[in-house]
């Protein structure tokens, strides 16, 4: 599937829409401190105003001023605001979504600086999740992997970037969902750039960077961006560990100690697909159905440690590898799967052989499609690592690899496979010695300034 970007508005079709008062100037609501924020589905920003379906993908309908904290707990000295804005969910229907968008200090009036498009691994259906609701202070967010990632986040701060971190499963947390993901985050890069309450700048290049979830998020954006968004300067996109194959990934992970990230994948899907949604009442039990309810309302974490050890076909009415076999389930997950486009951007692929969660063979085949295709791909192996432990380790390489993209030097390799350990790397561990400096500042609140990798 893909969509095209257009104008703003529709003028023409405005004549049935009421109080649509964002058009030209959208309303925006000041820092108000000492507030606790509402869950999404109870907080009326996140609720389009009338006659937003007429907008163009990436209109601001909204905005507000926000404070972030660690962990919910620990406030960060930094510049948010976030947006509301139209965007388009698989089907091609107008959604309305929102970006956190947080600003490097020390920037210069007039200065050209890049903006990053962050992925967050939400990997849950849960609110408590959305990046726009953990990352605030005050959020109750517990088990939430968005709130540890404001580390990595700041980390690119201090490269001087501004950085936009979407809710890039939408409003109803569709973890899975394809296609969607992508528009999301590229229309909230449209959103970002057009914002006259931010006012970045117009020239700025543009990065995508997300792990895991978010590196699946992340390449649905780039393999959407060519034919959705071609007038973004997008320069470079870094897939960490990104999935490729959710259904393979499915019967990886099934009955073992993170059975709650296909539960929670399942439970999403079913929402987007009616036939599979037909073929789980079917087929699943009550207690299995009890169970997916319940999925919907844990934190990613929470999902794990309750469904640790837990078969899905424990829940079914006849083997599990029949109701997979099903049209209906096939065709999901055929259409789950990444590689239906060639990204037109660069593209770093990290991805660890050793990965309990991710297959590297479904990465290898991925990497191999988009080569094959006329992308730009570098791609690291990581012969030596897990999955956990490559995101922070490969953090430095990823963030020389995107300064590269910005400051446009060519590519010096066109790698499809290096297996040299990030851990074996001794850049690695000076970036990891700065990150850690960086992290130390998070956790105790303090300002973190502009200094470059």
Same mark, same amino acid.
């Given at each position: ?5 257009? %104008? ?9 829409? #009421? ?16 507030? #606790? ?15 937003? @379906? ?56 007039? @200065? ?6 962050? @992925? ?62 992508? &528009? ?85 899907? %079913? /929402?987007? &697909? ?23 309302? *844990? ?6 440690? /309750? ?6 076909? $424990? ?38 052989? /050793?990965?309990?969660?991710? $297959? ?18 570098? &791609? ?6 897990? /999955? ?16 590269? #993209? ?25 970036? *990891? ?21």
């Amino acid at each position: 599937m893909v969509l095209k970007g257009a %104008s703003m508005v529709e003028l023409g079709n405005l004549a049935g829409a #009421r109080a649509a008062e964002w058009i030209g100037k959208p309303p925006h609501e000041e820092l108000q401190r000492k507030v #606790r924020p509402l869950l999404p589905p109870d907080d009326p920003f996140y609720e389009p105003p009338p006659g937003f @379906q007429h907008a163009q993908p990436g209109t601001v309908l909204r905005s507000r001023d926000v404070e972030l904290a660690f962990v919910g707990l620990i406030p960060q000295p930094v510049t948010a605001t976030q947006l509301l804005y139209r965007t388009t969910d698989m089907n091609g229907n107008p959604e309305a979504t929102v970006t956190t968008v947080i600003l490097p200090s020390e920037v210069a009036p007039g @200065q050209t600086f890049p903006l990053l498009s962050y @992925q967050c691994a939400i990997d849950a259906i849960s609110p408590r999740c959305f990046p726009s609701y953990a990352m605030r202070r005050r959020a109750k967010a517990l088990g939430s992997i968005t709130q540890l990632e404001l580390l990595l986040i700041t980390a690119a701060l201090a490269e001087g970037w501004a950085v936009s971190v979407p809710d890039h499963e939408g409003p109803h947390g569709l973890w899975g969902v394809p296609y969607e993901p992508g &528009y999301r985050i590229l229309d909230g890069i449209r959103a970002a750039l057009s914002s006259e309450r931010i006012a970045l700048p117009p020239s700025a290049p543009i990065g995508l960077w997300g792990y895991s979830g978010g590196g699946l998020a992340t390449a649905w954006a780039a393999e959407a961006c060519g034919d959705y968004a071609p007038e973004l300067d997008i320069v470079g996109a870094v897939l960490g560990s990104p999935v490729g194959d959710l259904g393979n990934t499915f019967r990886r992970l099934n009955g073992g100690l993170f059975a709650g990230l296909p539960g929670l994948v399942v439970a999403a899907l %079913s /929402h987007a &697909y009616p036939g599979l949604d037909r073929v789980i009442k079917e087929h699943t039990n009550e207690d299995g159905r009890a169970l997916l309810n319940r999925l919907e309302t *844990m934190t990613t974490a929470g999902a794990v440690i /309750h469904m640790a050890g837990k078969d899905m076909g $424990d829940y079914l009415d006849e083997p599990l590898e029949n109701v997979l076999s099903t049209p209906e389930v096939s065709h999901v997950f055929e259409d789950i799967k990444l590689g239906k486009a060639v990204p037109v951007p660069p593209v770093l692929i990290v991805q660890a052989v /050793h990965d309990y969660l991710i $297959d590297v063979d479904d990465i290898d085949l991925l990497a191999d499609a988009y080569s094959a295709g006329g992308a730009d791909v570098t &791609y690291h192996r990581d012969a030596f690592n897990e /999955h956990m432990f490559l995101h922070p380790l490969s953090a430095p390489m990823a963030l020389r690899w995107l300064t590269d #993209r910005f400051e446009r030097r060519p590519l010096s390799a066109h790698l499809i496979r290096t297996q040299w350990p990030t851990m074996f790397n001794p850049m690695t561990y000076a970036g *990891m010695l700065r990150l850690g400096r960086i992290a130390a500042k998070v956790i105790t609140g303090r300002k973190v300034r502009r200094r470059p990798l």
